[in-house]
C-alpha cells in the first residue's frame, strides 16, 4: 500500500512538471548549462491562449479581490494587539490605522496590481 501511494504520488508530480514547465529553470542550449534571464524571457512571452478556463480565472480574480477587500478593512488595525481588536473589532470600513488611510482606501500594495 505503501508503494501504491508513492507510485501515485510521483505520478502526479510528473503531471505538474508537464503541465507547469514555467516552474522549471529555462536554458538557452539542450545541455542545460545557461539558464536564460528574465528579461530574455520576458522577450519571448506570449500572451495567454484564447482558451483560459474560465472558472479558474473567476476563481483567481475573486481571489485577487477578497486580499484586497480583506487588507483595506483590516488596514486600521494593523500592527495591533489581540486585545485591542477585541475591544474595538473590525465591523465596517474605517479610515485611520498606521498607514492613515482614508475609509475604504487601498492599500498602496494593491494599487500596483493595476499598473
Do not use: C
Not at 508513492?6 to 542550449?29: C, E, F, G, M, T
Not at 483595506?72 to 495591533?80: Q, R, W
Amino acid at each position: 500500500e505503501v508503494g501504491q501511494h508513492s507510485s501515485h504520488k510521483n505520478n502526479h508530480v510528473r503531471q505538474i512538471a508537464r503541465d507547469k514547465q514555467w516552474l522549471y529553470p529555462q536554458y538557452h542550449d539542450s545541455q542545460h548549462i545557461k539558464i536564460k534571464r528574465p528579461d530574455e524571457l520576458e522577450q519571448e512571452m506570449k500572451d495567454p491562449p484564447e482558451n483560459i478556463d474560465k472558472s479558474i480565472l473567476d476563481r483567481i480574480q475573486g481571489s485577487m479581490l477578497g486580499m484586497a477587500l480583506g487588507d483595506t478593512l483590516g488596514a486600521p488595525v494593523e500592527f495591533e494587539p489581540p486585545e485591542y481588536l477585541t475591544v474595538n473589532p473590525v465591523t465596517d470600513l474605517q479610515g485611520g490605522g498606521t498607514w492613515g488611510l482614508k475609509k475604504g482606501q487601498l492599500n498602496i500594495s494593491f494599487t500596483n496590481i493595476r499598473q
